[in-house]
């Protein structure tokens, strides 16, 4: 086993810590460059979806809104509670600020590889499905099949089965520290309810998504508005603390600008998943108007989980008295309930605690439909299905019940970050077709067309579904 741990821990080095950020990164500036600035541009359209709930013609199809909250409570989970702690914690108050930063890049990776999902998705029975693996199909060709099988494999161990357990252990442990509950009480509640929820198929997951993160969401945000009000005469200097820490102006931490900019670019790439891949395939399964549409749509879901949300934990650590610049013996999550109790009173590690275990829920069943999806695209057996989410339940317990037991799945990061490359080149190849489908979308707009309309028989060269595109309508 210990040679075993030894290779992913090559892997992962190799991956995040010497390819992947940078690439993410300079991809992002690209994207965003050659693209004209989408991510800011089109800001305003990002919330038609949002607001409006009716955009499907078919009363049962997963709506662009579904799609979106579906993908914002797979991306909002722990990392935005004890990975922005542990990102203040090792960079200090600067890494915030490159949280940002990346966030602002992340959100026109996000539009290519959704748009793309969404040009290359499949109508598999009353179901649309897509992602980079039948991207990568469909837009390079069956040559490259074995690179799509590679990201599938690792889509299927990193998320269905490696986060599912950590997400688990987050929330097991969570109401074990404030609640005193046992870890199997917890554990058997979260395994009935993934049951529960991933039987009932993508609707059912995308309707208890449309439920469960608006609540989530809107109830942590309101409580750090609180706390931003009770203390709004300090957030002129928390501001300046964090702008002067990331350009090494002030040194909170040992490796000053170095190590804000690596702890917020890092921490920023977990949390919001902008160029791993994870979100397309969730991108796909919307019916809208035109390709283009849920790609705009997916970058808010970048921008309510960096800019938001992990926002939210930051200003309430660095507004409270518990953070210690340089202190790195404390545990994110504790430093979260510490800063929350310290604003507000211990009543806020009860609200922590449900937080917690809403942010998991919505983490779980994002990770399982990535790996059915996954697995659907290698078979169309329905019994490896069933295997799966039996699979699934029986993880998400085990996280829940063994404190030590998610570190068997060292592999989880290491195969993430395999998926990952595999994702970006893929866009990269495929970024002249993204442009094409872009410039289209936007003559539209040019014309007076409010809501786009994608017609596949202007692109009889590319491998398009026909039966995924053959609605045309008009988005409420």
């Not at 930063?101 to 793309?116: D, P």
């Not at 395939?281 to 919307?286: L, S």
């Not at 570190?407 to 094409?436: E, Q, W």
């Not at 786009?452 to 590319?462: H, I």
């Amino acid at each position: 086993m210990e040679w075993l741990e030894g290779l992913f821990g090559v892997i992962g080095d190799l991956t995040w810590g010497w390819a992947l950020i940078p690439f993410l990164v300079v991809l992002g500036l690209f994207f965003t460059l050659v693209t004209g600035f989408v991510q800011f541009t089109f800001f305003g359209r990002m919330f038609h979806v949002l607001l409006n709930k009716n955009q499907t013609a078919d009363k049962n199809a997963i709506s662009g809104r579904e799609a979106l909250l579906l993908s914002v409570g797979g991306r909002v989970g722990g990392g935005n509670i004890a990975g922005v702690a542990v990102a203040i914690t090792l960079g200090g108050p600067g890494a915030v600020f490159w949280m940002w930063a990346i966030a602002l890049v992340g959100m026109a990776t996000s539009l290519v590889e959704c748009s793309l999902a969404q040009l290359y998705k499949r109508k598999e029975g009353d179901e649309f499905r897509g992602g980079p693996a039948r991207t990568i199909i469909h837009g390079l060709g069956e040559d490259y099949r074995w690179l799509a099988y590679l990201y599938a494999v690792c889509l299927i161990a990193s998320f269905a089965i490696g986060f599912n357990a950590f997400q688990g252990n987050t929330v097991a442990g969570a109401a074990q520290d404030s609640m005193g509950i046992d870890r199997i009480w917890t554990g058997g509640l979260l395994a009935v309810g993934t049951g529960f929820i991933i039987y009932g198929g993508i609707k059912r997951i995308a309707k208890v998504a449309d439920v469960i993160v608006p609540i989530m969401a809107i109830g942590y945000v309101v409580m750090a508005l609180l706390i931003i009000l009770l203390n709004i005469t300090s957030i002129p200097a928390v501001i300046g603390t964090i702008i002067s820490n990331a350009f090494g102006w002030e040194e909170a931490v040992g490796g000053g600008m170095g190590a804000a900019m690596a702890q917020g670019l890092r921490r920023g790439l977990f949390s919001n998943e902008a160029g791993l891949g994870s979100a397309p395939n969730v991108a796909a399964t919307a019916e809208v108007t035109h390709p283009v549409s849920q790609g705009i749509t997916q970058s808010l879901s970048v921008f309510i989980d960096t800019i938001l949300i992990c926002s939210c934990t930051a200003f309430v650590i660095l507004l409270g008295d518990v953070y210690v610049p340089g202190k790195e013996d404390i545990d994110g999550v504790v430093l979260t309930q510490q800063s929350l109790v310290s604003h507000v009173g211990t009543w806020s590690q009860y609200f922590l605690t449900i937080a917690i275990l809403l942010f998991s829920i919505s983490s779980i069943i994002y990770n399982y439909y990535l790996g059915e999806n996954a697995l659907t695209f290698m078979s169309q057996n329905k019994v490896s299905v069933h295997i799966l989410r039996i699979f699934v339940i029986g993880i998400v317990f085990l996280g829940a019940v063994a404190p030590g037991a998610t570190s068997v799945f060292f592999f989880s990061d290491p195969m993430m970050g395999i998926l990952a490359i595999v994702n970006l080149l893929a866009l990269l190849m495929l970024f002249p077709t993204l442009i094409r489908i872009l410039t289209d979308y936007k003559e539209q707009l040019k014309a007076g067309a409010e809501h786009p309309v994608f017609d596949a028989s202007k692109f009889p060269d590319l491998d398009i579904d026909h039966k995924a595109w053959k609605i045309k309508k008009e988005e409420s």
